[in-house]
């Protein structure tokens, strides 16, 4: 498959504690964007990355939640402390560096906090 | 913050119905997506319109874009049971970050045997 991979698909955990979800992306493309959606609702934004370099982050994106993407090929999304209103879908998207193209979307990380 | 607006929020229909689902926007636009999403699943791309384009087709869908109204429609024609789930539309705005997509809460639809 070379969509966009993630992993895990699914995590429980307990409030409190650490979660890391990873994002790779199609192999040729330079932006790399994670969304968050709950239920009944739209994706939200919550940051971008063009290659390696994050270069907008969403207020969404409290201080608990890191991203990185090391080498500008797969990203990890980071959120420690985990609350129960953490709890979503995070989604992860990829598109080529042009004007005007799609963006493909990982299946995504659903996540519940208990 | 969600920047289109689908319109029903839901909708329910025949198996060989066709399926209108619209979207109104806020701001000028470089382009917009119509995405589908089946239950707890990611989201699958269907179509994008260029703003400077009115209308487009992909098999069965049509989607049309009206700028000065800051709208746009999906049509399904002739559908199909599988064609149940969600439809968003999202934009990609001007002068916001290239590729950022801003999305609708989306329309649930549901297609009957």
């Known amino acids: 498959d070379t969509g966009v991979s993630q992993n895990p698909r699914h995590k429980i955990t307990k409030r409190g504690q650490n979660v890391t979800f990873r994002c790779d992306p199609i192999?040729?493309?330079?932006?790399l964007y994670w969304y968050r959606q709950t239920l009944g609702q739209g994706p939200e934004f919550l940051t971008y990355?063009?290659?390696?370099?994050?270069?907008?982050k969403s207020r969404l994106l409290s201080d608990r939640f890191s991203a990185e993407r090391p080498k500008g090929s797969f990203s990890t999304l980071e959120i420690q402390r985990t609350e129960q209103g953490d709890s979503a879908m995070y989604l992860c998207?990829?598109?080529?560096?042009?004007?005007?193209?799609?963006?493909?979307f990982g299946q995504g990380t659903r996540l519940t906090v208990v | 913050s969600q920047q289109g607006e689908e319109d029903p929020q839901a909708l329910s229909i025949q198996e060989g119905e066709n399926a209108t689902m619209n979207c109104s926007y806020k701001?000028?636009?470089?382009?917009l997506q119509w995405y589908r999403q089946n239950s707890g699943r990611g989201l699958v791309h269907l179509i994008l319109?260029?703003?400077?384009?009115r209308e487009k087709h992909s098999g069965r869908l049509r989607v049309t874009l009206d700028t000065s109204k800051k709208s746009s429609s999906l049509l399904i024609t002739a559908s199909r049971a599988a064609d149940t789930a969600s439809y968003f539309c999202?934009?990609?705005?001007?002068?916001?970050?290239?590729?950022?997509?801003?999305f609708g809460r989306g329309t649930q639809l549901t297609v009957w045997p």
């Open positions: 998207a990829s598109s080529l560096d042009l004007w005007a193209t799609e963006a493909f």
């Open positions: 192999s040729e493309h330079n932006r």
């Open positions: 990355f063009q290659n390696e370099a994050q270069l907008e």
């Open positions: 701001t000028s636009i470089n382009n």
């Open positions: 319109i260029r703003s400077n384009e």
């Open positions: 999202a934009t990609d705005n001007r002068g916001s970050t290239l590729g950022r997509l801003y």
